[in-house]
């Protein structure tokens, strides 16, 4: 007769509990394990990497399933050139883990009326939690810029990828060819990281900027190689702590903020900071720039940090008299202020003999300009500051020597916004003093 111990019972049950327990945990975390790592292969979907068979309704399907996936999801782009007509992908969507990884490379059609209505050829919107990884996106623009320089009627052109109304992108390897206009735009965004974007486009390619930001918030980019035909980096109205870092920029038109002051009432840009990057070749280092007419629109906060010019032709440079194609603007002075503005620790050379020009509004002057550790030559001397309405404070080793004016030897507005200044002219028979150009009607008059 087999007598079994009450303890070896227990012992027996608990043991057999935790095995229970264990296969339970391990099934779940399988289960997880396989839901997290949901992938959809446009090849085994039905795309070609022959370069010719449009995958654009792949890609659409692909999307779709992983919009509605409520667990995070991949949609995988396999090594191989895949057409791509145009796509629209539009959230928002039942999880916020949607990554878009690219081994291959996708490409636009070369024929200049595929895109001709189309302002986007890739775009992503409304979405929160998308991460783009890798690949390259072919935007075939070279055809669109031969039009463009022969004088023909062309289209406009479209944007390679554009990034509309999302939450937390990151975007991080992926390289940007030959777009027909610009390459990368972030619009109405918040929580955008980019790093190492490659950009490439010729010299002489028309409005090719590199990566646009516009009425976007906390956007940081870094490590990013950018060479084309226009702004490496273009910094729009609506743009707020903006962090820009390690780029190489060149050739190119520069990093710049503006254009300000297309639209009489526009949101300003804050907080913008562009360090540890260099310039080489470029028409502009770091550059401000408003139309010259009535705007509300405004620039502060910003700050150009230890930064390398290499044969820059304006290495330093604010423009408030920006009036493009000579329309809407003459004879107009810019609302838009600029404040707050500094350069520290930027060297180099310049191939003009003005390395630093600020053109500034005659009605508001550019204020809390700061230049610290400056040393920019032009031919192996030092090249030449120009100075309007610029207002602003110099430390450590400036050269060129700034030709700020000291800001306390200007009135206070007392009538106008905060950090006003108002021009003013005396009038000999009266012995006061009359504003010239102000936010105030012309002939007031100021004791």
Request: glycine content about 8%; overall charge negative; aromatic content about 6%.
């Amino acid at each position: 007769m087999l007598i079994t111990s009450p303890c070896i019972i227990k012992f027996s049950f608990a043991l057999l509990l935790t095995f229970h327990v264990f296969l339970s945990l391990l099934f779940l975390f399988c289960n997880h394990a396989l839901a997290a790592e949901l992938t959809f292969n446009i090849i085994s979907l039905g795309a070609k990497p022959d370069g010719k068979t449009d995958a654009s309704s792949v890609l659409q399907m692909t999307w779709a399933k992983a919009c509605d996936s409520s667990t995070p999801a991949t949609i995988y782009v396999p090594k191989g050139i895949f057409y791509v007509r145009s796509v629209s992908f539009n959230g928002p969507c039942k999880n916020n883990v949607i990554t878009v990884l690219i081994d291959g490379t996708l490409v636009a059609s070369s024929d200049i009326q595929v895109l001709a209505k189309t302002k986007s050829w890739i775009e992503f919107s409304h979405i929160d939690g998308l991460s783009i990884t890798g690949g390259i996106i072919d935007g075939q623009g070279t055809a669109l810029w031969n039009c463009k320089h022969s004088g023909k009627s062309c289209p406009t052109g479209a944007t390679s990828l554009r990034i509309n109304d999302a939450q937390n992108v990151n975007i991080n390897g992926l390289s940007s060819i030959n777009s027909q206009k610009f390459n990368i735009v972030v619009s109405g965004c918040q929580n955008v990281h980019m790093t190492r974007v490659n950009v490439s486009a010729a010299d002489d390619s028309p409005n090719t900027d590199g990566i646009h930001v516009e009425q976007s918030s906390d956007v940081t980019i870094l490590n990013s190689s950018i060479s084309n035909g226009d702004d490496c980096i273009s910094i729009s109205p609506g743009t707020s702590n903006l962090w820009v870092e390690s780029i190489t920029c060149g050739p190119g038109h520069g990093i710049s903020i503006g254009s300000l002051g297309i639209k009489a009432e526009e949101d300003g840009v804050h907080n913008v900071t562009v360090t540890l990057s260099t310039f080489t070749g470029t028409k502009n280092g770091v550059r401000i720039k408003s139309w010259g007419r009535p705007s509300r629109g405004f620039a502060t906060k910003v700050y150009f940090q230890h930064i390398i010019m290499d044969n820059v032709k304006n290495p330093i440079i604010i423009d408030q008299n920006d009036c493009p194609h000579e329309e809407d603007c003459p004879g107009q002075a810019s609302g838009v202020k600029v404040s707050e503005v500094t350069y520290e620790d930027i060297k180099g050379t310049s191939a003009t003999e003005i390395a630093i020009n600020f053109d500034c509004s005659p009605i508001n002057h550019c204020t809390g300009l700061s230049l610290k550790d400056i040393n920019l030559t032009y031919e192996n001397h030092i090249a030449k500051a120009s100075c309007k309405n610029a207002e602003g404070t110099t430390s450590g080793v400036v050269e060129p020597s700034a030709c700020l004016a000291d800001e306390s030897n200007f009135p206070l507005n007392v009538y106008g916004e905060e950090r006003l200044w108002t021009p003013l002219v005396l009038d000999k028979s009266t012995g006061l003093a009359k504003v010239v150009h102000s936010s105030l009607p012309r002939g007031q008059w100021i004791k």
